[in-house]
């Protein structure tokens, strides 16, 4: 490969990093890498050459590692977050990994979070859980979805556990609890 291919892969590198300004789809970007790899010898050489971690660079290269079909899906833009490219690749199966990129192209939703819920398995996104809130709700049930952060909720699942109880009966508690501290306070108010 000439000198031109090699300022063609710096080009797409350096103009499209960034989710927000990117213009390629993450497969020319992860190419782009991976000839700027062969060429320089490492990821760490490449990395320094184009101004980047190895490890970005190295998430880049994830797309490279998912079956032709879920390739596609990244080619035509359906899926661009490396995130979930390496969500994917975790999976490790590869009837699973282009099931769970054709599930996560028919979401409406594009949150990080959704998807992760799908890739990971055993729940349910939350476009689908709110229609089966609003169903529980026609029904007598008063469904709650609180919304934490990674650090909050693995603190809620420790205590429950350290309590014995399950996350949702902890917070149940703690929102009753609450509750009856705020009537006590403006019952002493009056």
């Known amino acids: 490969m000439g000198k031109l291919e090699e300022t063609t892969a710096l080009a797409i590198v350096f103009g499209n990093t960034r989710r927000k300004k990117r213009k390629e789809n993450l497969v ?4 782009a890498f991976e000839y700027l790899v062969k060429l320089h010898g490492s990821q760490r050489a490449t990395a320094e050459k184009v101004g980047l971690s190895a490890e970005m660079i190295r998430q880049f290269l994830t797309v490279l590692k998912l079956p032709d079909e879920v390739q596609q899906l990244f080619a035509k833009r359906q899926l661009d977050s490396v995130d979930v490219a390496k969500d994917l690749v ?4 590869k009837s699973r990994q282009i099931a769970v990129a054709k599930k996560i192209t028919g979401l409406l939703s594009t949150d990080a979070r959704d998807i992760q819920r799908i890739v990971k398995g055993g729940q349910v996104p939350a476009k689908e859980a709110r229609k089966l809130i609003l169903q529980a709700k026609k029904e007598g049930l008063h469904i709650f979805m609180v919304d934490f952060d990674d650090e909050t909720s693995r603190k809620v699942v420790r205590e429950a556990k350290r309590l014995k109880k399950g996350p949702a009966e902890l917070l149940r508690e703690v929102i009753l609890e609450w509750l009856n501290r705020k009537n006590e306070r403006q019952r002493d108010r009056r």
Do not use: Q, V
Not at 28 to 31: E, L, Q
Not at 90 to 93: G, P, S, T
């Open 28 to 31: 020319s970007i992860a190419k």
């Open 90 to 93: 975790a999976l490790k199966d």
